[in-house]
């Protein structure tokens, strides 16, 4: 028994011995040595401060983003979580387009990836290295043009729907405001609403299911998704407990709490209900191949197992039905959000602008079909959306709307080796002995996080001129060259990011937002109901002023306009 105590001791006081040493490093040593801590950066106030809050809070990020280029230059060292957390922030053009372009060197950190995967599977979003190279693959045929092309009438029936519930809402409405009254119109959630319609289209175009979230929300995997996602936003609360559990999975088997249930459910249903349409679809597509026809699903289901099987594709490079499943999890979280997003926030600026918001809708109204939107066929459908796409003013209030209030923020990513990082002006590193010394390139070391700002790259006033934070839709005729050198998937924006992990969905975001935008601008005036401000969780959303605890919304009043000659 003396022995067993004495071992136990000894092991103790190895462990403890062992975790003092490593503290003893980060704390003291590793700072010495980090060749980040030479780069410029604002002080913390305290041992355990960090900048975390000040670079993504929205509605004071921008001013800290231009202090920060003012004081320090365009690579600026922050603190990160943990006193020995150095971060690289950079609004250097050269320096982000070297990071978001080697993304085998710079991948998200593990703690977004467990994150991610642990709700929505190792798809796109969550997977590094040939995993992901390999699911890119097999997914971008996909999101041909053609394809996309094909997925333009899903988009326009479900703008319809959309209009047809607030039409009968604000028809059947009683007890309206004296607001409402006077405007002659219903305050909406538009946030809300654009939310379901969005599920209905990804849900329709990503495996050709009929969530029906307009009408109704009973659907059980609408449900199961809907709870999850509200639960992926919902614990970025960042507890202590929520910060252990990430960093510790096992405390949530031990002690599961409501997050880790619900997502638990949610994937219970997702894989019974999701994983039957993959099979089902998987034995169309076989039936087809032995009758000796194609299979003429124009889902993005169908699309991913047909190229999944192309003959051209070696069988090593070909991904599982779990990957499959896992990918059809990330289109929904990664589609639905982000989409509903912009258009929410563009209806929002066209509320707060209303000269803007006449402006587009006379051009909108210019490609009206005479027949009434419901008559329309598909070929019809196709050729309105035509016109739609070449819409100039269109293209320029959904850039500046992109570009003003992108829904991602920000974004993370760490180096899994030493790199140099080239600069497109000098950097002034700080030497131990006290000199200060000129370069144009800095080294990167192995661990460390870079925070990549999507927004202050979008916002920076050096670049887009003095009016750089103001709503210029008319900015995009005349840009200033600096712009033309940014890099960037879209317009010289970081939106949709840069590189291999650029955004795969671009072009289906692009004719979702524009189709939704043609149909409720032409039967809709929106005004500005409630002051709202910008909330960065997760992504960035729309909350009435003072009212956070709500969740995210987006009230404005909705108007019907009386149509000409069209339904």
């Known amino acids: 028994m003396h022995s067993l105590t004495l071992a136990f001791s000894t092991l103790l006081a190895a462990v403890v011995a062992a975790t003092c040493s490593y503290l003893f490093y980060l704390l003291v040593i590793w700072p010495r040595r980090n060749p980040l801590s030479r780069l410029p950066g604002p002080p913390v106030r305290n041992f355990f401060g960090n900048h975390l809050a000040a670079v993504l809070d929205p509605s004071r990020s921008p001013r800290v983003h231009e202090k920060f280029v003012k004081d320090y230059g365009r690579n600026v060292r922050i603190r990160g979580l943990f006193p020995w957390e150095e971060r690289l922030f950079t609004l250097d053009p050269i ?5 978001l372009k080697h993304s085998t060197i710079y991948e998200k950190p593990w703690q977004s990836r467990a994150l991610i995967s642990s709700m929505i599977g190792v798809g796109m979003l969550a ?38 519930k607030w039409m009968s809402l604000i028809s059947s409405a009683q007890d309206l405001s004296d607001d409402e009254k006077a405007c002659g119109g219903m305050k909406l959630d538009v946030c809300h609403w654009v939310s379901r319609a969005t599920f209905d289209v990804i849900g329709l175009a990503g ?51 409501e997050r880790y249930l619900v997502v638990k459910r949610s994937h219970e249903v997702i894989n019974r209900v999701a994983g039957r349409l993959i099979q089902e679809k998987k034995r169309k ?78 051009e909108l ?3 009206t079909p005479a027949v009434p939107l419901e008559s329309l066929t598909q070929d019809e459908i196709a050729s309105l959306y035509a016109a739609i796409a070449e819409l100039p003013y269109l293209e320029n209030v959904l850039k500046e709307t992109l570009r003003l209030i992108p829904p991602v923020h920000s974004s993370i990513r760490v180096a899994t080796q030493d ?50 934070w103001a709503f210029n839709p008319d900015r995009w005729d005349n840009l200033p060259e600096a712009v ?71 009230p404005l009043f909705v108007i019907p306009l009386k149509q000409e000659g069209s339904a």
């Open 95 to 99: 320096s982000l387009s070297h990071i």
């Open 365 to 367: 109204r210019s490609v």
């Open 484 to 554: 033309k050198a940014q890099p960037g998937l879209y317009n010289n924006m970081l939106t949709f990011s840069a590189g291999p992990r650029s955004c795969i969905g671009v072009k289906f975001s692009i004719i979702e937002i524009k189709m939704f935008t043609y149909i409720l601008l032409t039967h809709f005036k929106f005004a500005v109901a409630d002051p709202v401000g910008k909330a960065n969780v997760v992504l960035t959303r729309p909350y009435v002023m003072d009212k956070h605890r709500e969740g995210s919304q987006c």
């Open 127 to 164: 997977a590094e290295g040939q995993v992901h190279k390999r699911q890119r693959r097999v997914a971008t045929p996909a999101f041909s043009i053609q394809n996309m092309r094909a997925l333009v009438p899903v988009t326009f029936k479900t703008g319809m729907a959309l209009r047809d």
């Open 419 to 468: 790199d140099v990082v080239p600069t497109s002006t000098p950097v002034k590193l700080h030497n131990p002995d006290g000199t200060v010394e000129e370069v144009d390139s800095f080294v990167m070391p192995r661990g460390s996080c870079v925070h990549v700002p999507i927004e202050a790259f979008n916002l920076d006033r050096e670049v887009w001129g003095p009016d750089g």
């Open 285 to 362: 597509i076989e039936e087809a191949e032995k009758s000796g026809s194609v299979y003429a699903g124009k889902d993005l289901l169908s699309a991913l197992l047909k190229s999944n099987i192309a003959i051209d594709l070696p069988p090593d490079q070909r991904i599982s039905d779990e990957d499959i499943l896992n990918n059809i999890n990330t289109f929904l979280f990664a589609g639905s959000d982000t989409s509903s997003l912009t258009v929410t926030w563009l209806l929002y600026l066209l509320a707060k602008y209303p000269d803007v918001q006449e402006r587009l809708r006379t």
């Open 207 to 257: 495996f050709d299911y009929h969530f029906n979230a307009i009408h109704d929300q009973s659907n059980e995997l609408f449900m199961a998704y809907k709870d999850m996602f509200e639960t992926a936003i919902s614990q970025q609360k960042g507890s202590l407990w929520d910060l252990l559990a990430l960093y510790f999975p096992i405390l949530d088997k031990i002690w599961p709490g």
